[in-house]
């Protein structure tokens, strides 16, 4: 597990307990204000009223948090959303070294259980707890009317997203990662990348030309402890207009790599190791400098 995953599951892990903790607190205020209305028609009166303003503060949090909502929304059942979901990708770099550099394991759950400005440097926690925990609420609240025979017109705000296409619409085109290489050059960045091992089969020319034109028969396979090396060197030729800034999508969309963990490489895995590799360049990177500085001579 690299360090910026540690990092956001133990925020996650600290997260978990807030929002079970506010979502139990809003229960249990709920449930004591109700016991003591006896006639029904009260009781479904106020639920009525606690469902209207529960949906009306989620869609301002909506209005005012799209982007990191919408990263989000459909993952909040899985107990570790933050990861496994779009969360890292909204990101800026400087958001994400606040999360990393963060000391989750020092937190006491316990003590600082009404000391929330703890997590005021951690970009969005407040925002996404409040948000889940809302959520759930609100089907709490519409589970208990249903079961008093009463259907909520209230909804959960949605996320807007795209119409299907129509079945007549062509496919859309394969993606390439745009190379502006020649046979030469080309060349020269397989011996680059055999020279330090980066795949489990040395490449050739030809393969690399099917990897950068994402024609390839199968996705690539990492060698052990390489995952780094790739990212930098694809990341050196990106920054250099060797091919797309685009990679990490393309490259996660056409399936280019195997992970030296035997999983196909996501946009949000190389997101993460490229933000690592800047942070700290992997062993071997000034072999990769050397080549990239050679690819200009030819």
Not at 157 to 183: C, G, Q, Y
Not at 186 to 191: D, G, H, I, K, R
Not at 226 to 233: G, I, T
Request: hydrophobic content about 35%; some cysteine; glycine content about 2%.
């Amino acid at each position: 597990m690299d360090t910026l995953e540690k990092a956001i599951k133990d925020a996650q892990e600290v997260m978990n307990a807030y929002i079970q903790s506010d979502y139990q607190g809003m229960v249990d205020s709920l449930s004591l204000k109700v016991n003591y209305m006896k006639k029904k028609e009260l009781r479904i009166s106020y639920l009525e009223a606690e469902l209207d303003a529960a949906t009306t503060e989620l869609a301002h949090e909506l209005r005012e948090n799209h982007s990191i909502i919408s990263s989000i929304y459909e993952y909040t059942d899985q107990k570790n959303f933050l990861w496994n979901s779009n969360f890292i990708e909204e990101l800026t770099s400087d958001e994400r070294k606040k999360y990393i550099t963060c000391n989750h394991a020092s937190i006491n759950y316990q003590i600082h259980h009404q000391q929330l400005d703890i997590f005021t440097e951690l970009p969005y926690f407040s925002v996404i707890k409040r948000f889940t925990a809302l959520s759930k609420y609100v089907k709490y609240i519409d589970g208990i009317l249903k079961q008093l025979g009463i259907v909520s017109q209230a909804e959960l705000p949605t996320i807007e997203k795209p119409n299907k296409k129509p079945v007549s619409e062509k496919p859309k085109a394969k993606r390439t990662l745009e190379p502006k290489l020649d046979e030469e050059q080309l060349t020269l960045l397989a011996n680059c990348l055999n020279e330090i091992n980066v795949f489990k089969d040395p490449i050739t020319q030809e393969g690399l030309i099917n990897l950068f034109s994402c024609n390839l028969s199968n996705p690539l396979n990492i060698a052990r402890n390489k995952n780094k090396l790739l990212v930098y060197f694809l990341w050196q030729l990106e920054s250099r207009s060797y091919i797309t800034m685009e990679w990490q999508a393309v490259s996660a969309q056409e399936k280019l790599f195997y992970s030296d963990t035997d999983i196909i490489l996501s946009q949000n895995n190389l997101s993460s190791l490229l933000y690592q590799v800047k942070e700290s360049p992997p062993k071997d990177c000034h072999i990769i400098d050397k080549y990239i500085k050679e690819l200009k001579e030819h």
